[in-house]
C-alpha cells in the first residue's frame, strides 16, 4: 500500500484542506491531488468528497480514517478466501 499516499490522506482529513496536506508534505497541488485519486482507486472508494470550496470525508474515508490498515485488510477479506478455494481447488 501507498504509505505517501495514506499520510497525505491522513492530512487531508484532519486539515480538509488537499493543497495544505500535500504542501506540508512537500506536493504540489496538483501532485497530492493525484496521489490521493491513486489511493482511492487502489482502495476502490472515493475517501474524500469535493467540491470547488469544499473537502470533506465521504463514508468510505470515515471509516478509513482511524486505522487504513484494518480496513484495508477487511476490503481484501473476502478475495483471501477466494484465492485460497482456489487454491484448493487447483490442488495447489
Known sequence: MDTEGIKLFVLAAE???ISA???ELGMPPAV???RLAKLENAVGADLLRRSTRKVALSTEGAE???SPEKYWRRRMQP???WGS?????LGH
Do not use: D, E, I, V
Not at 85 to 89: I, L, Q, R, V, Y
Open 21 to 23: 496536506a500535500g504542501r
Open 64 to 66: 478509513f480514517y482511524p
Open 15 to 17: 486539515k480538509l484542506n
Open 85 to 89: 478455494a482456489m487454491n484448493m481447488w
Open 32 to 34: 497530492a491531488s493525484a
Open 79 to 81: 478475495w483471501r478466501r
